[in-house]
């Protein structure tokens, strides 16, 4: 489904994965710096290259959330450990009742349940997602993974407030940023897929680079 409700859950989800994939990144580092002359932790694989590819966060038994979860970090814990470990706990309850096999990362099941959802669990779900995103980003001090495309032109509002979510592969999702700009429904000249009226306008990037790349040349516009 790509209504635009689905497109910013799965947008949301994707940025979420990125903040968190920046949260795992410091606590592994914690962690490293933790047990260095530590010699009981010495045979932990830190270092193993399927630990620094991975991009598996939480679910039960997964050693990033038992990282994240401070079980055998001495002294003080690792902030942004601490703030992962609080995220996984509660993306976990979230997607409690989602399909997926235990201890599968809860992120995952999520993205992967986002195109089944009614219109307004999708919602819920980017507002809840979205929240974890604004707290983790806070802490990692990063802006959102939202790039501005430099002479793009909204077809609905025609300000250059276009954005691309850059931490995910091509065809990324596209929205216009403008504070005002909402979809008007039926009719809007948005163009985007399943119009909605009042909601953020986005868009899966082949549906609208090729609308405004016919706007945007024009002097007359
Ligand atoms: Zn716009």
């Not at 620094?52 to 002294?75: C, K, N, V």
């Amino acid at each position: 489904m790509s209504s635009p409700h689905h497109l910013h859950a799965t947008a949301a989800a994707a940025s979420l994965h990125d903040a968190l994939s920046g949260l795992e990144g410091h606590a592994l580092a914690a962690a490293r710096d933790a047990i260095v002359g530590t010699s009981a932790f010495h045979d932990i694989p830190l270092a193993s290259p399927a630990w620094g590819r991975r991009h598996a966060l939480g679910g039960h038994g997964d050693p990033t959330a038992s990282i994240a979860l401070g079980a055998w970090a001495p002294g003080a814990p690792d902030p942004h450990a601490a703030l992962l470990g609080d995220m996984l706990r509660q993306l976990d309850q979230a997607a409690a009742h989602l399909p997926g096999a235990p201890g599968q990362d809860p992120l995952t099941r999520i993205r992967r349940a986002i195109p089944a959802m009614s219109v307004h669990a999708a919602t819920r779900t980017t507002e809840a997602l979205e929240h974890l995103d604004r707290a983790a980003r806070r802490r990692l001090g990063v802006s959102a993974p939202w790039r501005h495309l430099t002479g793009r032109e909204c077809p609905a509002c025609r300000e250059r407030l276009m954005y691309e979510l850059a931490c995910v592969p091509e065809p990324r999702p596209v929205r216009c940023q403008a504070a005002d700009c909402r979809c008007t429904g039926a009719g809007c000249r948005c163009g985007m897929p399943g119009a909605v009226e009042g909601v953020q306008h986005i868009w899966p990037r082949d549906a609208v680079i090729g609308a405004v790349a016919g706007a945007t040349p024009s002097p007359t516009n």
